[in-house]
């Protein structure tokens, strides 16, 4: 890069930089421009804060009939995620407070008493410890919150159980304060952060607005966080992982939460130059998948994971399953993937349930549609049922299994 | 029922991240725009049924991601390609710079036998933008095209309001298709195919 260029570019991060940190340079909106209120807040607003527009070009799988046996409706799950926002909601967005809904806004009894229920075995699971004159929020690991993070953390503990499981829940100042000082520096990633910025969550309405609210902070994480980890950088697919995050957690502990989520979960080793350890995962996923009848139909379309897998993988599944899915993906993950190999192994098995769901599509169809079907957005009605078999696979993946029957057999044998 | 067999091409869309490879694709397969589109990470998947010079074809479309490191992934999209499309951003320097590291990038990671005849369609998007933003100006283009010496074809385009987008695939859909004739002749010389043509060599710049 000549230094003509290497000035431009400079000049090009500073005015990205200041449009995200300085009110008075948002640019003007032009009439055309579909930025208003109106626009802004209209359509139907899910439980999570996700609008449903039909401006959306959304892939998602159609599913013919007769083909819905694995996808049951969960009648529970589906009244819980068409609860309103209030209006109360909304305009705390403006200011990008943490984002916690309230359970108080389910307008389905029976789905409300459930998620009560739930939550009050959540406080007693709960234990509360002063630390200089904080309360810290923490939950043993044993096997009742295992079993109990499996079955979903209900929405309003989220925010607390994500903190404490990631570790972030005690005070963290030197690096809060290292993130401030990240936040004012330079860093070349700016121009792809900002690309990617407006198009990682367009259906959120916590990110909807240019320049402001939600889109400031998801900048200024990923723009701290590029500086923080020079040796990776800023790579697509670390903004939908910060997007879930800004959608639970408050700028700073976002920021702190992608850190925990990168170094002690081990998501950075996925993310290194040239990829190595993605293509690795790859490979092991391949192997699995040959003791499923889908794999091997999956081989015989000519059809590899790296087709598919790199964006559920980089992103932890955003937009590749429903977002209350994906939710149900992340309490386990964060629980469980206490180190890189928990949490890719964590990532096989949900991929793997994914697949085994997926079964009855794949084995019916043609290469078109098979990726269709995979690189869209997997309609997932039965969270549980998902859950379920991301649980046997996490205790046992099928090569596992598959030596486990051998020796079993063997042994019937002497 | 008689239904006349499609012929399958794959093409493989390159190009700088946010230079609207995704939005092309979109413009070309669903006809609409919107600026709701979200990253690509990894790969996208969209096929396409047309009809060019009288023979049925299924356009296979793979849209990837365009931060720069994650060409190194770009092999098992590469692999098979019948035409291969980059895009740039006629409003962004930076972007048409990219457009031979790009090429050459996909050449090399498909090391394909004769460099110099596998089709390049380049795409100078979003023209649709004010015209005293653009900073790579048409002559720039087609004159790189020209003395890059290879198969390439150059077309501007806008995804926004679809022009040209239309007539850019259609001359896509025919360079994969003489492509994919050259590969079949030279893998099954028993094969009947009769559509091989050496005049095609000079590079050619249909604009």
Request: overall charge negative; hydrophobic content about 40%.
């Amino acid at each position: 890069m000549d230094s003509a260029s290497s000035f431009q570019t400079t000049n090009e991060t500073q005015r990205i930089y200041s449009l995200y940190n300085n009110s008075d340079l948002r640019p003007h909106l032009s009439p055309e421009s579909d930025e208003t209120d109106e626009y802004l807040l209209s359509g139907h607003v899910d439980r999570y804060g996700n609008v449903e527009t039909d401006s959306l070009p959304l892939k998602q799988l159609q599913l013919k009939p007769g083909k819905k046996k694995f996808l049951r409706l969960d009648k529970a799950a589906k009244h819980l995620t068409q609860r309103v926002f209030y209006a109360q909601d909304i305009a705390r967005f403006n200011d990008c407070d943490i984002f916690t809904p309230h359970l108080s806004s389910i307008n389905i009894a029976k789905a409300e008493d459930k998620e009560n229920n739930r939550a009050k075995k959540w406080i007693d699971m709960c234990q509360v410890r002063m630390e200089s004159g904080n309360q810290v929020f923490e939950f043993c690991l044993n096997k009742k919150l295992i079993r109990r993070t499996f079955k979903g953390v209900p929405d309003c503990w989220r925010s607390t159980a994500w903190s404490s499981f990631l570790g972030i829940n005690t005070e963290k100042k030197a690096l809060t304060e290292q993130y401030h000082r990240l936040c004012e520096m330079e860093c070349a990633y700016d121009i792809q952060i900002d690309l990617d910025v407006p198009r990682t969550a367009a259906s959120h309405i916590l990110f909807r607005r240019r320049y402001f609210g939600g889109q400031r902070s998801l900048f200024r994480v990923l723009h701290a966080f590029a500086l923080f980890m020079p040796s990776i950088g800023y790579v697509q697919g670390m903004a939908s992982i910060t997007v879930v995050l800004l959608s639970y957690l408050p700028e700073d502990s976002a920021f702190l939460a992608l850190v925990a989520i990168m170094e002690k979960h081990g998501m950075q080793k996925l993310y290194t130059l040239g990829f190595t350890n993605l293509l690795t995962a790859f490979d092991t996923l391949k192997n699995e998948l040959e003791y499923l009848p889908t794999g091997s139909k999956l081989s015989d379309l000519g059809i590899e994971p790296s087709a598919f897998v790199t964006r559920w993988y980089l992103t932890i599944f955003h937009q590749c399953v429903p977002f209350h899915t994906q939710l149900r993906i992340w309490d386990v993950l964060l629980l469980m993937g206490s180190d890189a190999d928990k949490t890719i192994r964590l990532l096989q098995a949900v991929a793997l349930a994914l697949l085994r769901g997926l079964e009855e599509v794949i084995m019916d169809t043609d290469f078109e549609g098979a990726m269709q079907a995979l690189s869209g957005t997997i309609p997932v009605q039965n969270d549980n049922a998902l859950m379920a078999h991301v649980k046997q696979y996490w205790h046992e993946m099928p090569s596992e299994a598959f030596e486990r029957r051998t020796r079993e057999a063997c042994g019937m044998v002497h | 029922m008689t239904s006349p067999r499609r012929t399958l091409l794959k093409v493989v869309i390159l190009g700088d991240s946010g230079v609207g490879k995704t939005s092309l694709m979109n413009q070309f397969v669903n006809h609409r725009f919107s600026r709701e589109y979200k990253a690509t990470i990894g790969a996208d998947f969209l096929t396409k049924e047309l009809e060019v010079d009288g023979e049925a074809i299924t356009l296979q479309l793979w849209d990837t991601a365009g931060q720069e490191r994650f060409q190194s992934l770009g092999v098992a999209f590469y692999r098979g390609a019948d035409c291969c499309i980059v895009v740039y951003d006629v409003n962004n320097a930076k972007s048409f710079e990219s457009v031979e590291n790009w090429r050459s990038e996909f050449l090399e990671q498909t090391s394909s036998l004769n460099n110099n005849a596998f089709p390049f369609v380049i795409l100078g998007n979003q023209i649709d933008k004010d015209p005293s933003k653009r900073t790579v100006p048409l002559n720039h283009a087609l004159s790189y095209c020209k003395n890059q010496g290879g198969n390439l074809t150059h077309f501007e385009t806008s995804a926004k309001d679809g022009t040209n987008v239309s007539i850019a695939f259609e001359s896509i859909a025919r360079s994969a298709l003489e492509n994919s004739s050259h590969e079949d002749y030279a893998s099954d010389l028993t094969g009947s195919i009769s559509l091989l043509n050496n005049t095609n060599e000079s590079g050619s710049c249909a604009c």
